[in-house]
Structures are given as structure tokens and as C-alpha cells.
């Protein structure tokens, strides 16, 4: 069953499915659900609930919801542990908020052709804590969203007392 945190919606039969079909499968994106996330979820879990609720939102909007959904999939397409990373980090190197999204936007520019929206969306989702603004309101809204997505998945195990992975 493929569901977003906080939601009883079966994705895998849906409109905002008919948007990712094509890249959700792919073995990367299988190699993010071992990946922990966030504490009490895994790394692609992340990226669905990100994705999912982006597309609602742009497409309550009317803005391309379409795009939406595909960053939010792969915005945190990358595989190093983000704590080794930052606690070996040399100085002058760029920390982890900044470093992933240029990973992920080249992994998901091998996976898939990305659009000049969905490059922007990807490698500016952690603004503010990175430069240069984003170009597109829809990168404002996949921020807003991943860091809503980061809230839910630290705190929403605990208010539940769910532990395990997703």
C-alpha cells in the first residue's frame, strides 16, 4: 500500500499517481526505503509525503501540480548518511542542507529528464537555509511542504505512539 503520512488515501490508484508512475519504481528510489529519515520514517516515505502533499496543494492552486509531485519524489534523492557527512565535513565544505539537493538534482537528472522547474524545486527546497531564492512559487511550496513533512514525521510517531518505520 502506497500512503502519505497523515493520510488514508491508497495513492498507487490515483491521479497523483498517474504523475510519478514512471519513476517511482525505478531501483533508486527502492534503494530509499531502507534509508531512515527523520527518525521514525525512511527516506523515500519522506519523498512520497513531500511529493503527495505538493500535489495537493499546487493543484488547489492551479499550478503545475504535475512537477510538483515529480521534485517532491526527488528531492532527497541521495544515499550517504546525512550524520557521518556532517560530523567529517572539512571545513569550507559545503554542510549537508546544502550539499544533498545539488546531489539529488544530478541523481534525478540521470533518473529523468527535469524540467527548469523541477531542477529549481529540488535544488532550493531547503531555502531559507540556502542561496539563491527560489524562481518559481512552486519551489516556495515544496519548501513549506518538506519542512510540514519533517514536523509530521518527527512528531507524529510520538503523539501516536507509533515507532516503527513506515
Not at 572539512?90 to 533518473?111: D, P, Y
Request: aromatic share 10%; with cysteine; glycine share 4%.
Amino acid at each position: 500500500m502506497l500512503k502519505a503520512i497523515g493520510s488514508r488515501k491508497e495513492l498507487s490508484f490515483s491521479e497523483y499517481y498517474s504523475c510519478v508512475s514512471d519513476i517511482i519504481g525505478c531501483r533508486q528510489l527502492i534503494r530509499l526505503r531502507s534509508i531512515t529519515h527523520h527518525i521514525s520514517t525512511t527516506r523515500f516515505q519522506h519523498c512520497l509525503n513531500v511529493s503527495y502533499y505538493s500535489w495537493l496543494v499546487c493543484r488547489k492552486l492551479g499550478l503545475n501540480a504535475r512537477s510538483a509531485a515529480r521534485a517532491g519524489l526527488l528531492h532527497d534523492l541521495f544515499f550517504y548518511n546525512r550524520k557521518e557527512y556532517n560530523s567529517s565535513k572539512e571545513k569550507g565544505q559545503l554542510s549537508h542542507s546544502a550539499m544533498h539537493a545539488f546531489i539529488a538534482v544530478q541523481n534525478a537528472a540521470e533518473l529523468t529528464p527535469l524540467t527548469p522547474l523541477e531542477r529549481d524545486m529540488i535544488e532550493k527546497h531547503m531555502w531559507p537555509a540556502t542561496r539563491p531564492l527560489p524562481k518559481y512559487k512552486e519551489t516556495y511550496i515544496i519548501t513549506l511542504i518538506d519542512k510540514y513533512c519533517a514536523v509530521l514525521e518527527f512528531c507524529l510517531p510520538k503523539l501516536t505512539g507509533l515507532h516503527e518505520k513506515h
